[in-house]
């Protein structure tokens, strides 16, 4: 094997690049009202970093197709081209609402694991998520009812059911998961984008967020399976059908939407690495700062082999920053 594809790199601490001039080039766009152009300018760092990657990779999980938003494409080829083989999942801006509108908690998240290892969601964009941190791993199940997994959560962290807080991403969609939630007497983070953010704080003592349930986006699944595997946590996923045409086309396809997605199946390796990168400021990480002759970032990267977590701060010159991002106003 050459040196490039020993698993001793950890391809994390140079996936942090790419997630960074992700935020610096969202970040300029924060509070300005404009979901798709800084979803464009996130997108195009994103791009031009990933190709500086020494690395085969392949976008599997390319985001954007439900939201019509810009995209790094299915099938694109990014990285110089030599080896190691691998695929990629993105999501240049995970909460462009956020972003546009200056809330918490949007980040900018990559992640690798070795060629044919990741979910392919094909064409459909929602599943049923539930997600914890190590603690609670391998006490959820997504087809239990709501009481059952927040009891069992409760228990072997040692609370009552009212102790744990729940993030739910705030959708009409969730009306009875809300109502539910609120009658067991758990605490509810409603969250108006952001479920990769989401999962992830469950596995971040400091977030003191306990679960995220509720259906979201399928490459936000992928995302935070490879990062929580890495973290130690756990998520769970099953497709969702919007209507019965779905449902259809799916099982032409051969998706099996009562198939229970565990770890293995979103992504079935422990090579796996993720970085994220705050956008705007939230419960995880930090959003870019701007000073005089600098921008500041703040991202955590993790790899799954050896479980390491890291949380990088950065000082990056204005004129890169400048470079990397200048907003078409
Ligand atoms: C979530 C959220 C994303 O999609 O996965 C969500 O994390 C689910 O879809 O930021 P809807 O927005 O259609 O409910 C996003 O909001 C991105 O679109």
């Known amino acids: 094997m050459p040196l490039d594809t020993s698993p001793t790199r950890n391809l994390a601490l140079e996936l942090v690049r790419v997630t960074e001039a992700a935020a610096i080039a969202a970040g300029r766009f924060m509070g300005r009202g404009d979901k798709i152009a800084a979803d464009q300018a996130a997108v195009d760092a994103m791009r031009m970093v990933l190709n500086t990657v020494e690395m085969d990779g392949i976008i599997v999980i390319g985001e954007g197709e439900k939201d019509e938003a810009p995209m790094l494409y299915n099938g694109e080829k990014v990285g110089t081209g030599e080896p190691p083989e691998m695929d990629i999942a993105v999501d240049p801006i995970d909460g462009t609402r956020p972003v546009a509108k200056g809330l918490p908690n949007a980040i900018a998240t990559v992640a690798l694991a070795p060629r044919g290892t990741m979910f392919n969601p094909g064409p459909f964009v929602y599943m049923y998520k539930i997600a914890v941190g190590p603690e609670a791993r391998s006490m959820i199940d997504v087809n239990a009812p709501v ?121 079935a390796s422990d090579d796996v690495f993720f970085a994220a990168t705050g956008i705007t400021d939230g419960e995880l990480l930090r959003g870019v700062k701007y000073g005089g002759d600098y921008v500041r970032t703040h991202s955590l990267i993790v790899r799954g082999r050896t479980g390491t977590v890291r949380e990088i701060f950065a000082r990056h010159r204005i004129e890169k920053a400048n470079a990397i991002a200048e907003p078409q106003i």
């Open 147 to 267: 009481e059952v997994n927040l009891r069992r959560i409760a228990k072997v962290k040692g609370k009552e059911v009212r102790d744990l807080t729940v993030v739910i991403l705030d959708r009409p969609r969730h009306e009875k998961l809300i109502a539910k939630v609120r009658r067991l007497g758990a605490r509810i983070r409603m969250i108006p984008d952001g479920d990769v953010a989401g999962a992830l704080m469950t596995a971040w003592p400091e977030s003191g967020i306990d679960a995220l349930l509720g259906i979201g986006g399928t490459p936000e699944g992928v995302l935070a399976a490879c990062a929580l595997r890495a973290m130690g946590g756990e998520i769970q996923g099953k497709l969702y059908a919007r209507n019965e045409e779905e449902l259809r086309r799916g099982r032409e396809m051969g998706y099996d939407f009562d198939k229970v997605l565990t770890m293995d199946d979103l992504v």
